[in-house]
Each structure stands twice: as C-alpha cells, then as structure tokens.
C-alpha cells in the first residue's frame, strides 16, 4: 500500500456507516483531501477525538481504492478548545472551515495559500485577542485573493483609475469610478474601504482602530462579494460538464446526477452551518 503524509486542518467530518467518519482536511500539499476514519465513533477511539472540526494535525493516509484512509494522527493544534466555548468564535470558525471547503472544490489541487489562511484564522479566533468577526473577514477577503477575486478598494475595478472613488459594486468587483459606476452601486463610508483595504493587507494596527459602523459596512460588502462569487463557481460547473459529454439520452442522465450532487453538497454545508 502507498503511503503519504501531510499537515492539515479538520474542515468537515460526516458518518460513514455504523462506526466510521469521512473527515475532510485543506492540506499542505495535497489540497483538499476525504479520507475514511475507521472504528472512530466507538468511545474508546483516540484517533476519534483528534479529528474532530477546527483540529490542525499532522496525518498519515494510506491511498485507498475510492477514498485514501486514515492511519495515523498526531495534533499540532487543538484549536477547538479555544473556539467552542465562545459562540462568536464558534460561528466565525465554522464559516472559515464552510468558505475553505467551498473554494477547495477541486481535490488534490494544491491550495497553500488558503490552508495557511484557514491555520491563522482558526489559531487568532481560539487566542481570543481579537475581534472574531474582524478575524473572519480579514479571513474572507484574503481567501477571495487567493481564488482570484480580490475586490479592488484603492483603484477603479473596471478601469483602474486610482481612488479612493465613493461608489462600490459587487458584480464590477469593488469600487467603481464615477465612469464606469453601474447603476445601483453602494456608497460605503470611505472609512468602510479603508478597513477592507487594511484586512486584505493584514494591517491589524489600522483595522482594530476602525469603528463599528466600518466593521459592520465592511463585513456587508465582502458577505455580498463572497455570495457572489461562490455562486457564478457554482452555478458555471454543471454547464462546464455539460458541454464534454455528447446530447444522448444517457448524458442527460450523467447531468442530472452532476446536478444533484452539487446540490447535496451545498446542502449539507447548510445544514451543517444551521445545526451549529
Ligand atoms: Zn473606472
């Protein structure tokens, strides 16, 4: 059997049978890896409570037929327990572990970036010495540049015209000059943009000055920027597939299960997020 380890943080675990879990890791250098976890819901496992969500471990797979297996782990962080205990902490962490594992979709697409992201987010929100929710959207707004969709908050999105310019449009991707302004564009407080700006370069002097009102108008803008993307990602994959397989009837089937698939996938993130 063929070997392989690496480091990784639990984003998400699910049931498998009577006693096994599929755990699903942001790695190192493996991207995004599922793997079984095998006999872990009987009480007396240890491998059990060290994959548990939030955890940061160092793992040892084996590669499997369908799904590679879980054979050794060791923790290198226990971030959970700094991050349960605190409900604004927990919601902000399991929106990290739900944001890493929609971007992550391709598995085994390496993905250092956002794995050393969702790492510094979970251990500032289990240290506690910050503002969770400005710890999420410097997370947030940092993970969009990883995915290529970083807002634009100095220059114009369209035409690169330098600012700050007042107007801000989702769908244009950040701030717009009066020019290239769409019509119902946002007005954040410049205050707002210099925020955003501070988060995506990790100035934690400027963002922990900000005031409420730049907090809340900023978690707003990348909320609604993070939606949107995520949901163009997701909508283009079932045409993406579409067009490599040829219109026979047995296609539209392979469609139809592509299609619902991806529902079921998204669902359980939901479901997952509003159980918590
Ligand atoms: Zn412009």
């Known amino acids: ?14 049931k498998l049978g009577e006693a096994d879990r599929i755990i699903t890791f942001v790695t190192q250098r493996h991207g995004k890896v599922r793997a079984v976890a095998k006999g872990v ?11 548990e969500p939030f955890a940061h471990v160092d793992v040892q797979f084996y590669t499997g037929r ?32 739900e944001t890493a594992d929609r971007m992550s979709a391709e598995e085994g697409e390496p993905v250092l970036r956002l794995y050393l992201l ?9 240290d ?14 940092r993970a969009m540049g990883f995915a290529g969709w970083a807002p634009a908050v100095n220059e114009c999105a369209r035409c690169n015209e330098p600012g700050p310019h007042r107007s801000f449009s989702v769908q244009a991707g950040g701030s717009v000059c009066p020019r290239c302004r769409p019509p119902g564009s946002a007005a954040p407080a ?6 955003m700006n501070a988060l995506q370069l990790g100035r934690w002097d400027v ?22 993307h995520l949901e163009r990602q997701l909508r283009s994959l079932p045409l993406v597939e579409r067009k490599s397989v040829p219109t026979t009837h047995s296609s539209a089937s392979s469609d139809v299960r592509s299609a ?8 359980d993130v939901r479901s997952a997020s509003s159980a918590q």
């Open 66 to 97: 369908t799904l590679d297996v879980i054979t050794q782990v060791q923790t290198i962080d226990a971030f959970g327990a700094g991050i349960v205990t605190d409900y604004q902490r927990y919601t902000a962490a399991c929106a990290v572990l």
């Open 260 to 267: 619902s698939s991806e529902g079921s996938a998204s669902s």
């Open 207 to 228: 963002a922990e000055g900000s005031t409420n009102n730049a907090r809340r108008e900023g978690s707003g803008l990348i909320a609604a920027l993070l939606q949107w």
């Open 41 to 51: 819901r009987r009480t007396t496992s240890r491998l059990g409570a060290r994959v």
């Open 118 to 126: 969702v790492a510094g987010a979970l251990r500032a929100l289990a």
């Open 128 to 141: 506690g010495e910050r503002d969770p929710s400005l710890v999420l959207d410097a997370f947030l707004i």
């Open 190 to 195: 410049p205050e707002t943009l210099d925020l």
């Open 1 to 14: 059997m063929s070997l392989y380890r690496d480091t990784g943080v639990v984003l998400r675990v699910q």
